[in-house]
C-alpha cells in the first residue's frame, strides 16, 4: 500500500504507476484505498484525470518514501552478507572434538579464513543434540549418529577407545586385557549422555550382557580430561579416546591396551539441522572441516 502510494506520486499516473507494479489499475486504486481505510483519512484527491496529495498524504509518503529506502537498504545488506565470507558460527561439540580435534582444526582455519570466527561450546553427546535442534548452535559434531530425522549428519572422524592405565600399573607393559579382569579393578566412567560410555556399554553388552554396575566403579567423571587426570593420580583405569591420551603416551605416563574380544570404534558425526539455511560462512567452514584430518588418524 506505501508502495503504491509512492510510486502513483512518481509516474504521475494511475496506469502507469500499475504497470511500474505490475499491477492492474483497479488493483492499484484499492490498495490506496486500503492504505486510506487503515489510516482513517484520504490521501489523495482524485480528480478526472489528475490527483492531488491531501495534507495527510503528503506525511504519509514522506515516510513512506523513508520506509521503502529501508526495505531496499535491507535487501542490499542481506545480500551482501550472504555473498561474505566474514561471520559468526555457533558450534557445539562433544568432548573429544571440542577438547583434542577441533582446537588444532580451527587455528588452520583460521589462518585461512580469519573474517569467519567459530565459538565452541563442549558437552555431552546428547546435549549437543538438543543444542542443534534448538538452535542453540548451528553445527555440532558428536560421537554417535543421532536418531533424529530433523538433522542431517555425515561421519567424519574414526576414534579408537582404549583402556588407560598410570604407566606404573602391573597391566601397562601388556598389550591386551580381558574383560573379566577389568571388573576386578577400580573403574572411573564418564557420565551418562557421553558417547564414549554409551560405546563401552554396547561393548560389555556383547560380552555376557554385562553392564557398567558390574564393573568396579569408584567415580564418574563429566569430562575426558577429568577421567585422564583421575586414572594419572591413580583412581582406577578407564576406558577412553585414544585422542584424549596422545601426549600423555608419548610422555610415557599412561599406557593403553586393548580389550580382548572387545574393539571400541566408532565415528564423530558431523550434525546440523535440515532446514538450517547454510550462509557462505557456514559453507566455507563445513567445505574445510569435511576435508580436515587429525593427527594420527
Known amino acids: 500500500q506505501l508502495e503504491a502510494l509512492v510510486r502513483l506520486v512518481e509516474e504521475r499516473s494511475f496506469s502507469r504507476a500499475a504497470k511500474r507494479m505490475f499491477l492492474s489499475q483497479p488493483s492499484l486504486t484499492k490498495h490506496i484505498r486500503n492504505l486510506e481505510d487503515a ?64 582446537p588444532p582444526a580451527i587455528a588452520e582455519f583460521r589462518r585461512r579464513h580469519p573474517a569467519i570466527r ?15 535442534l534448538e538452535n542453540g548452535a548451528e553445527i555440532g559434531f558428536i560421537g554417535k549418529k543421532p536418531a533424529s530425522a530433523k538433522l542431517a549428519d555425515e561421519p567424519l572422524w574414526r576414534d579408537r ?90 610422555a610415557g605416563v599412561l599406557a593403553a591396551l586393548s580389550i580382548e574380544g572387545c574393539p571400541i570404534e566408532r565415528s564423530f558425526h558431523l550434525i546440523y539441522r535440515r532446514q538450517f539455511d547454510l550462509m557462505t560462512h557456514h559453507k566455507i567452514f563445513l567445505d574445510y572441516i569435511r576435508t580436515y584430518r587429525p593427527p594420527g588418524l
Not at 563442549?122 to 543444542?131: C, G, L, P, Q, T
Open 39 to 102: 489510516l482513517g483519512a484520504k490521501v489523495v484527491n482524485r480528480a478526472s484525470r489528475d490527483f492531488t496529495l491531501t495534507p495527510e498524504g503528503r506525511v504519509i509518503f514522506d515516510y513512506a518514501r523513508r520506509i521503502l529506502k529501508l526495505r531496499e537498504e535491507a535487501a542490499d545488506r542481506v545480500m551482501r552478507v550472504r555473498a561474505s565470507e566474514a561471520g559468526d558460527i555457533r558450534v557445539a561439540a562433544s568432548t573429544i572434538p571440542a577438547t583434542y580435534i577441533l
Open 161 to 250: 577407545m582404549v583402556l588407560a592405565v598410570p604407566a606404573a600399573h602391573p597391566w601397562a607393559k601388556r598389550r591386551s586385557v580381558r574383560l573379566r579382569e577389568i571388573r576386578e579393578e577400580p573403574f572411573v566412567i564418564r557420565e551418562k549422555g557421553s558417547a564414549t560410555r554409551e560405546a563401552f556399554e554396547c561393548c560389555l553388552a556383547g560380552e555376557g550382557g554385562a553392564d557398567p554396575p558390574g564393573l568396579h566403579v569408584v567415580a564418574e567423571m563429566g569430562s575426558s580430561e577429568a577421567v585422564k587426570e583421575a586414572v594419572i593420580a591413580g583412581v582406577g583405569i578407564s576406558v577412553i579416546s585414544v585422542h584424549a591420551i596422545r601426549r600423555e603416551l608419548k
Open 118 to 132: 567459530t565459538a565452541v561450546r563442549a558437552a555431552d553427546s546428547s546435549e549437543v543434540i538438543e543444542m542443534v
